[in-house]
């Protein structure tokens, strides 16, 4: 990806030399994000918020993310995989607790497993289980997983905050009190404010160096810039108001760190409302959109333009923006084309995101000018989740899909895009059970064409991770393999 030139890692002497804060003297860290988490279950939700606080600090899973995406050991300290590529047999971690104090066995492993692929789950990403035929304890640091069909993604699919080990007395109560076996425990949640959390003396691994780490909820862009300036916090994960960056990067007192995340940002079209169950209809959406305007107008530059639901820095991606290049005179001729009665008013819901809100504005401009009238609608974070995602009432919404190569999502007809094409869900399951690395290019690229020409959406950018933080302050991630805001390595300058 591009970005702006940052001193990414440039910490004046003046900086460095200061007194010491008082959250270096106690070892506390305070972490400000955009987005609040609905609940604290990240296994029966789609909100990346709740992974953004809890994933890997509190809930720990039988593999996990490093920070530069590959998959490393979790619960499971190591794993042996049959010839045939059916079975998985995992070897759990010794002396793991849960924050309750109760212990973690391979039981946990099969109730949190077969929990999440139950047909009553509420699990948002249950095709990750899917494969799962399974799953047997034979002794108690020891858990057995056969698969119906080989599964080349199968250890990545274990990593995803959706596959958390949780245990069985407390999975009922999880929305509102956390509890895994991370490197911290979960103290407190004041809605509308902050969660807290502090270090785990009993963790298993490698011990957190910090104290406390306080995560504050700061919506507003204006009020963001504000509390970083001030320094009532220490580090401002993916910032909301990118303009102030050079401001930031001009003071000694911070620095920012420009990355890469996996997140495809989208203006999603619901494919099953009229008339955007017309293929033709989508196309004139997608060619009335300008890309770049929008990634100067709402990103101010930061972002990469994309042409299907695919990041550009993975190595099998395949560039076809040109497939939906702006062109307002070939969309008002595919709307008349199609029928379509003018002005066309669809309904556009927007939640929080700064990209998503300021994004949505020059959106609506764009659509008006080939005849589309976007009805704005601007939602909190649960309403959005409520009523477009799961609900489906909406026309046009944007979001950035931020979870780990997930293009085999859109292979869901239930899905809130409700694209359904059969040819599609066939090479995703064909990629399911593709092992060879050559083979699993090409069915990447002939997906990702597929929803290039189908117009699934308007492909706008790849999101940028954007963070300030105080200088002294070490061991965050750069790039976003997932979503989190991983503290377990985080330090204060020594």
């Known amino acids: 990806m591009m970005f702006k030139p940052f001193r990414t890692g440039l910490v004046s002497a003046l900086a460095l030399a200061g007194a010491v804060t008082a959250a270096q003297a106690d070892g506390s860290l305070t972490v400000a994000m955009q987005l609040e988490p609905p609940h604290l279950d990240p296994t029966s939700a789609a909100a990346a918020a709740i992974d953004s606080v809890l994933y890997s600090n509190v809930y720990e899973g039988l593999t996990r993310f490093a920070s530069d ?23 759990l971690a010794e002396g793991v607790t849960f924050h309750d104090g109760s212990a973690f066995d391979a039981e946990d492993v099969k109730f949190s497993l077969d929990r999440a692929r139950a047909d009553d789950s509420t699990n948002a990403q249950k095709g990750l289980f899917a494969a799962i035929d399974t799953v047997e304890v034979t002794d108690p640091l020891t858990v057995v997983v056969t698969l119906s069909k080989p599964t080349g993604n199968f250890l990545f699919n274990m990593a995803w905050g959706d596959a958390v080990i949780v245990a069985p007395e407390s999975a009922d109560t999880l929305q509102t009190t956390p509890n895994g076996t991370g490197a911290f425990k979960f103290a407190d949640w004041v809605q509308g404010d902050r969660i807290e959390l502090v270090k785990n003396p009993e963790y298993w691994g490698t011990p957190a160096e910090l104290d406390e780490a306080t995560f504050k909820f700061i919506s507003d862009p204006t009020a963001a810039f504000a509390a970083v300036m001030a320094e009532d916090v220490d580090v401002f994960y993916s910032f909301p108001a990118p303009e102030n960056l050079p401001q930031f990067d001009m003071d000694p007192r911070f ?3 420009a990355g890469s995340t996996e997140g495809e940002t989208i203006l999603a079209m619901n494919n099953k409302l009229a008339p955007l169950d017309d293929v033709r209809v989508r196309e004139a959406v997608a060619h009335a959109i300008n ?59 927007l939640p929080p995101p700064s990209y998503a809100r300021r994004g949505g504005e020059i959106i609506a401009a764009q659509l008006r000018q080939v005849g589309i009238e976007a009805q704005i609608e601007n939602v909190e974070w649960a309403q959005w989740l409520e009523t477009t995602f799961r609900g489906k009432d909406y026309g046009l919404t944007i979001v950035s899909h931020v979870e ?60 940028a ?4 933080a105080k200088a002294e302050v070490e061991g965050l991630w750069v790039n976003m393999p997932t979503p989190a805001v991983d503290l377990t390595s985080v330090h204060w300058a020594k």
């Open 291 to 349: 890309r770049q305007e929008i990634i100067d107008g709402a990103m101010f530059g930061y972002g990469t333009p994309i042409g299907s639901f695919f990041p550009p820095h993975n190595p099998d991606y395949v560039d076809l923006t040109g497939l939906s290049d702006y062109d307002p005179e070939k969309s008002k001729a595919l709307l008349e084309e199609a029928g379509v009665a003018l002005p066309l008013r669809l309904k556009m819901t």
């Open 69 to 91: 995406g590959s998959i490393v050991p979790g619960l499971a300290r190591s794993w042996d995989i049959s010839e045939d590529g059916l079975t998985y047999t995992f070897h």
């Open 404 to 463: 780990p190569m997930d293009i085999g999502s859109l292979a869901n007809p239930e899905y809130y895009t409700q694209y359904d094409n059969p040819d599609f869900r066939a090479v995703i399951e064909e990629l399911s059970v593709t092992a060879d690395q050559a083979a699993r290019s090409e069915l990447f690229k002939q997906a990702q064409t597929t929803l290039a020409e189908d117009y699934v959406a308007g492909f706008l950018f790849q999101m």
């Open 255 to 257: 620095k920012v760190l």
């Open 465 to 468: 991770l954007l963070t300030v």
